[in-house]
C-alpha cells in the first residue's frame, strides 16, 4: 500500500501536447518568444483547466465544480470566433492582471487573476505569444452553470473588494534573487495559494491565511499547509529532496498523489533545474518549525482501541509488504509510513482516499515508470478502512488521532476527479 491519492486516468489524459523527453527545458528566456512564452505557460499550469479530458488542446470546455455551481473552462486558442484570436496583447494583460475581458466584463475568480495579477507584463506579453501560436480551434464556450444568486457577475465586485490586491510581484530586496524568484513562480504564474489556502464561504482568502492548507471544495482532497512543519511544511526537507519532489513526482521524503500529481505532470516537471530551485528555497523559507500536538481522539477510546486492534490485523495483510512492518518503506517509490507528517495532519481525507481509491504519481522524465497503489474500496469495508488508516496515523510514534468508519462512507462515493 502505498501514500495518498485517487487513480489518476484525468490527470494522465489532460496532456495531449509533446512529452516531457521530447521537450528541452527552455528555461525562462527561451529562443524565440513563443518558446519563452511556451515555458511560461507551462509554470502557470494553463492547460489544466483550458484543457477538457480527450479535448483538443486549450480548447476549453472543462467542468469545474464549485460550492457555486459548475464553470466551465474557456477556449483560448487564437480562433477568431471563439477563442481569442481577435485579443489583443492589452487585453490579454487585462485579463491576467486585471480579471476582466476585453468588454470591461469581470471574470470569476476560478480564472487565478488574485495571482496571476503578479506576473510582468514582458512575461504575460510571451504568453500570449504563444497561446496565439496554438492552432485554432473553433469551440465555442459553454454557459456556467451557476445558481442564483452566483450568476450575477456583479457580484464579483465584491468579492474584488475583498479579496483581490491588483499588482505585480515587487522583489523584497533583503532577500536572494534565488529567493525572489521562486517567490514570483510560486506566488504569481504557480498559484499555489489557490488550492493551499483555506477558502471560505464566499470563495476567497485572506492574505493571512495564504497557504496555511484547506479542503478543495467539490474535489473532495485536501490541499495541506505549506507554512506548518504539521503538515506539508518543508522546512526540515533538503533542496534536492524537494527538487526532486516537484520535478519527478518522488523523493526520499515523500510522493505526490491526487491534485498535485496533475499539478507535476503538466507543470513542474517541465521547469529548469535553476526555477525549481528557487521554488525550493522559497517554499522552505516559509515554512514554520513547530512541534506536533498531542494526539486527542474523537472517538471513545475502547472503539479507538478496537479500530487500531483491526487496523494492525489489515495492514499486516495488506500493507507491510510494500511500506514494511515498523512503516519504514523502501523511498522513493514505496513512501514511509512512519514519522511522515502528512499521515499526522489534522485532516484525514487524502490517506483515507488513498486507501480505498489507490492511485499512481505522475508518470515523468525522471520517474516515466512509477509504481501504483491498487484501490482497496472494493476489498475492504468501511469499518476495515477507518481501522487501517487509524492505525497508521497512530503506530511507530505518528500522532495523529483515529478516524470512525462513517468517514470512510462518506468519502467511497467521492468523484475520482
Not at 93 to 102: D, L, N, S, V
Not at 164 to 182: H, I, L, Q, V
Not at 215 to 224: R, T, V
Not at 337 to 356: C, D, G, H, T
Amino acid at each position: 500500500m502505498r501514500s495518498w491519492s485517487r487513480l489518476l486516468a484525468l490527470g494522465l489524459l489532460l496532456f495531449t501536447g509533446p512529452s516531457a523527453e521530447a521537450q528541452p527545458k527552455l528555461g525562462p528566456d527561451g529562443d524565440s518568444l513563443v518558446a519563452r512564452g511556451e515555458y511560461l505557460a507551462r509554470a502557470g499550469d494553463c492547460i489544466a483547466c483550458h484543457t477538457a479530458p480527450e479535448g483538443r488542446i486549450f480548447a476549453g470546455g472543462r467542468a469545474m465544480p464549485t460550492p457555486f455551481g459548475t464553470l466551465y473552462s474557456s477556449n483560448i486558442t487564437s480562433d477568431r470566433d471563439t477563442g481569442i484570436g481577435k485579443w489583443t496583447a492589452e487585453d490579454f494583460y487585462k485579463a491576467m492582471h486585471y480579471g476582466r475581458f476585453p468588454d470591461g466584463g469581470l471574470m470569476y475568480p476560478a480564472m487565478p487573476f488574485a495571482s496571476y495579477t503578479k506576473v510582468t507584463r514582458t512575461d504575460t506579453d510571451a504568453i500570449f505569444a504563444y497561446l496565439k501560436s496554438i492552432p485554432p480551434v473553433n469551440q465555442r464556450n459553454r454557459e456556467h452553470d451557476l445558481r442564483f444568486p452566483y450568476s450575477n457577475r456583479q457580484l464579483i465586485l465584491g468579492w474584488r473588494t475583498l479579496y483581490f490586491s491588483e499588482g505585480e510581484f515587487k522583489p523584497d530586496p533583503t532577500k536572494s534573487a534565488e529567493w525572489n524568484r521562486g517567490a514570483y513562480l510560486v506566488e504569481g504564474l504557480g498559484h499555489c495559494g489557490m488550492c493551499h489556502s483555506p477558502i471560505n464561504a464566499l470563495g476567497g482568502t485572506s492574505q493571512s491565511e495564504a497557504f496555511k492548507g484547506g479542503l478543495i471544495p467539490m474535489q473532495n482532497w485536501y490541499a495541506p499547509s505549506l507554512t506548518s512543519n504539521r503538515e506539508a511544511g518543508l522546512g526540515d526537507w533538503s533542496i534536492k529532496d524537494i527538487t526532486d519532489l516537484l520535478q519527478t513526482g518522488v523523493s526520499m521524503r515523500g510522493v505526490v498523489y491526487g491534485p498535485m500529481a496533475e499539478v507535476v505532470h503538466n507543470s513542474l516537471q517541465y521547469l529548469n533545474d535553476e526555477d525549481t530551485r528557487a521554488m525550493a528555497v522559497y517554499l522552505k523559507s516559509i515554512a514554520e518549525p513547530s512541534p506536533p500536538p498531542p494526539a486527542s481522539s474523537r472517538l471513545p477510546t475502547a472503539e479507538s482501541s478496537l479500530l487500531i486492534s483491526l487496523g494492525k490485523t489489515v495492514y499486516d495483510k495488506h500493507c507491510a509488504n510494500c511500506h514494511g512492518t515498523q512503516g519504514e518503506g523502501k523511498p522513493p517509490h514505496w513512501p514511509p509510513l512512519a514519522n511522515n507528517q502528512s499521515i499526522e495532519m489534522q485532516s484525514a481525507v487524502n490517506p483515507i482516499r488513498m486507501v480505498l481509491n489507490g492511485g499512481y504519481p505522475p508518470g515523468t522524465k525522471g520517474n516515466p515508470m512509477p509504481y501504483g497503489m491498487p484501490p482497496f474500496a472494493g476489498l475492504l469495508s468501511d469499518n476495515e478502512i477507518a481501522a487501517v488508516v487509524s492505525y497508521i496515523r497512530t503506530a511507530w510514534g505518528n500522532r495523529g488521532t483515529p478516524v470512525s468508519a462513517r468517514e470512510a462512507n462518506e468519502l467511497r462515493s467521492a468523484p475520482l476527479n
